[in-house]
């Protein structure tokens, strides 16, 4: 069963930092972030020297962490959609094992693309598969429950941070891919800029507003 009315939706703007930062109630729901400045996010234990911090002060692009680990993200309102999806821990979707967690995530957002006339999306229901970059870049990867293109392209990151009361879901998608802020902010990037070019598959432009009802609808409540 598919449906809404079990999910609460609330927006939050502000920049990236205070947006990862925010301690989100522990009941069922969806939070679009809305950040006020484009970021690169690191992942919890990243290396800072993977993103040139010159670059991004010169372009107007904030560094920050978030506390779920994995590779950079980079979020701008003006060409991604960030929604996290909260679930508390005695919720009837709640998975004990951490990848198979993410699943359900990924499947609503696949469901909700088809509506949107995104078609040809695969879910990763097996487990993480890591590469060269994705300790980098959180998009080379292939994580558990992210949505992909046929050929590989992401078009949904996920990124999971459980707590003893909640697992909270971050999700990105990109309706542009700003290849540029990402060949000058990560260096490792250069040694092939075509390949970093593929990483992406860009979904449909969507006002965030209504993206985030329509995955409220795709999610299950049960």
Not at 2 to 18: C, L, P, V
Request: hydrophobic residues 45%; proline residues 5%.
């Amino acid at each position: 069963m598919s449906g809404s009315r079990s999910w609460a939706i609330e927006t939050f703007a502000s920049d990236a930092r205070s947006l990862h930062a925010a301690e989100l109630p522990a009941h069922r729901g969806l939070w679009l972030m809305n950040p006020t400045r484009p970021a690169f996010v690191l992942g919890s234990s990243q290396d800072e020297g993977d993103i040139d911090g010159g670059f991004c002060s010169a372009h107007g692009i904030d560094v920050v962490r978030r506390r779920s680990g994995g590779g950079a993200v980079h979020v701008d309102s003006a060409a991604s959609v960030w929604i996290d999806i909260v679930i508390p821990r005695d919720d009837a979707l709640w998975v004990d094992d951490v990848g198979r967690a993410m699943h359900f995530v990924g499947l609503a957002w696949r469901q909700m693309l088809v509506d949107f006339g995104m078609s040809g999306t695969v879910v990763n229901e097996g487990p993480h598969v890591a590469n060269d970059w994705s300790k980098t870049l959180c998009v080379a990867g292939r994580g558990a429950g992210e949505v992909f293109r046929v050929s590989g392209a992401k078009v949904v990151g996920i990124s999971q941070r459980r707590t003893r009361d909640f697992a909270r879901f971050q999700c990105i998608a990109y309706h542009a891919w700003d290849i540029t802020a990402h060949l000058g902010a990560i260096p490792l990037l250069n040694g092939d800029p075509e390949r970093a070019a593929t990483l992406v598959a860009t979904m449909p432009a969507v006002e965030p507003a209504d993206l985030v009802v329509a995955l409220a609808s795709a999610l299950p409540t049960h």
